[in-house]
């Protein structure tokens, strides 16, 4: 069982810089891929980045790229997303999510956190 708690999120200009973290319980955090995923009112959960357990694979959805870098301290238990240039359609709810299998579909993952709302003002 992981159970996962998101923060960092917030209200930011356009332009602007958020650090989203998810801390995660239990001693098997390092064996988990773990996810990023937003949910903006009234659209379904999108994919926006995975790390695999090592870090050594890495996705992102193609609207983050270039903008937007996942990494993870497995010591600390902690996975992290740092958003650079946000822009108004960024404005969602991040969710984090542990899984065995690093993928881009939010089915693959067993364990979600509650999420933090990120607003990007134009």
């Known amino acids: 069982q992981v159970q996962l708690v998101e923060s960092g999120g917030g209200l930011v200009q356009a332009g602007g810089s958020l650090r989203l973290s998810c801390a995660a319980s239990?001693?098997?955090?390092?064996?988990?891929?773990m996810g990023w995923f937003r949910q903006a009112p009234g659209k379904e959960r999108d994919f926006v980045a995975t790390?695999?357990?090592?870090?050594?694979?890495?996705q992102y959805a193609d609207s983050v790229k270039g903008r937007f870098t996942i990494s993870r301290d497995n010591a600390k238990n902690t996975v992290y997303l740092e958003m650079n240039s946000l822009k108004p359609e960024d404005t969602a709810v991040y969710y984090c999510?542990?899984?065995?299998?690093?993928?881009?579909?939010?089915?693959?993952?067993?364990?979600w956190g509650q999420g933090t709302q990120v607003t990007v003002s134009s």
């Open positions: 999510a542990a899984g065995r299998w690093s993928r881009t579909y939010s089915h693959a993952y067993d364990y």
């Open positions: 239990g001693r098997t955090f390092s064996s988990y891929a």
């Open positions: 790390i695999s357990w090592s870090g050594g694979n890495i």
